[in-house]
């Protein structure tokens, strides 16, 4: 497996930890902490917090895409995001910016964004040669549906299968409009379109998949209802059971992880690896 990815300004080493990305939710209503980073002061507040508990990433939303979240329109998804791209270009961490519109990944692009995590795995018209001429980084996630419908009644016939294979597809469209190898992660999209069991199923198959691709992968669990499902916890109690997944993940041979709790993240992986390196 690749163990360079390439991130605009930064390069990450992955055969050494797994890279931490930082939740930012600049959104009123994300599933989690919606409403809470929604003004500048605030979002930059909380970037430098997670500066300081260790991330290496930020990844910045200006859009929820918890199940049955409707879209929001391209000018007012600029209108959060852009001020925070900006704002955080001083900040000495990459900066990822979590859209699926191609106006938006231009838009970061220019403003200096470091990664294009795109939940739609660039399918829109022009998401590809949006981020053709950049050096950024492009995380390329699978979603069965839409935010609005995913969770409806999700059906696999294989689904470590099937999601690998949407994700090689993606994967060689990229590499045909020429963008290098080095840019690219996957991620196989814990909570879109998948049942708990699917989600699980993915979760354990994490090196498999990686190894069948030979990309990095992308685990974020973070609080969802999967973590919900198997402690009964509601979505501010789920902490403990969102570590016990992202050490899991790692076990199972994730990459990056991307996190709300980052300092809580960033302590579990140093004492993992401290117990756990010869």
């Known amino acids: 497996m690749r163990q360079l990815l390439q991130c605009g300004r930064f390069s990450f080493r992955l055969e050494q930890r797994p890279l931490v990305m930082g939740i930012l939710n600049v959104t009123p209503d994300s599933f989690s902490?919606?409403?809470?980073?929604?003004?500048?002061e605030f979002a930059i507040s909380r970037a430098e917090e997670m500066v300081r508990d260790g991330v290496d990433l930020i990844d910045i939303g200006g859009e929820s895409t918890r199940p049955g979240s409707p879209s929001v329109p391209v000018e007012e998804e600029l209108r959060r995001v852009m001020p925070a791209v900006y704002a955080l270009q001083g900040v000495g961490r990459a900066l990822s910016v979590d859209t699926c519109k191609p106006l938006v990944m231009r838009e970061a692009i220019i403003a200096g964004a470091d990664m294009i995590n795109d939940i739609n795995g660039f399918r829109a018209p022009g998401a590809i040669e949006a981020v053709q001429g950049s050096d950024c980084g492009l995380c390329i996630m699978h979603m069965q549906g839409t935010p609005q419908d995913m969770q409806a009644e999700p059906v696999y016939g294989d689904v470590?299968?099937?999601?690998?294979?949407?994700?090689?597809?993606?994967?060689?469209?990229l590499l045909a409009a020429g963008i290098e190898r080095e840019r690219i992660c996957v991620d196989p999209g814990l909570g879109f379109g998948k049942t708990v069991e699917h989600n699980y199923t993915l979760l354990r198959a994490?090196?498999?998949?990686?190894?069948?691709?030979?990309?990095?992968?992308?685990?974020?669990?973070?609080?969802?209802?999967?973590i919900g499902a198997v402690t009964g916890r509601p979505v501010e109690g789920r902490l403990p059971g969102s570590i016990a997944g992202a050490l899991a993940a790692v076990a199972h041979g994730a990459k990056i992880l991307r996190v709300h709790d980052v300092a809580e993240t960033v302590d579990a992986l140093k004492v993992w690896r401290a117990a756990t390196i010869d």
């Open 160 to 173: 470590v299968g099937e999601v690998t294979a949407f994700l090689r597809e993606r994967i060689e469209a």
């Open 206 to 226: 994490t090196a498999r998949i990686e190894e069948e691709l030979g990309f990095p992968v992308l685990i974020g669990l973070s609080r969802k209802s999967m």
């Open 33 to 40: 902490d919606g409403g809470r980073y929604g003004t500048l």
